[in-house]
């Protein structure tokens, strides 16, 4: 289910939102997200690794584990924070 108009990022940053409800600072809720989603945790609006993987890997077989150094499209820690201060400023 993904949000009509947000580029992956800004879905990533909506995900990271949820994740820093408890206070703690962006880079926790950060790593806690990702720790959550290549466990296999759907998030809102991205899916799950698996659906990541298929979205970007069409043509490579799916692993059996989600391999720890990929991070998907728009899901870096950079790109979530430039994201986040779009969806604030409402652009």
Do not use: N
Not at 19 to 27: C, I
Not at 65 to 81: K, N, Q, V
């Amino acid at each position: 289910m993904k949000r009509v108009g947000l580029t992956a990022a800004q879905s990533w940053a909506c995900v990271l939102s949820c994740f820093t409800m408890h206070g703690e600072s962006a880079k926790m809720a950060y790593l806690a997200m990702m720790r959550a989603f290549r466990e296999g945790r759907a998030m809102p609006s991205v899916g799950d690794w698996k659906y990541q993987w298929k979205k970007t890997h069409p043509h490579t077989r799916l692993p059996s584990m989600c391999p720890l150094d990929w991070t998907p499209r728009g899901a870096s820690f950079s790109a979530i924070m430039a994201a986040r201060k779009t969806l604030k400023e409402g652009k």
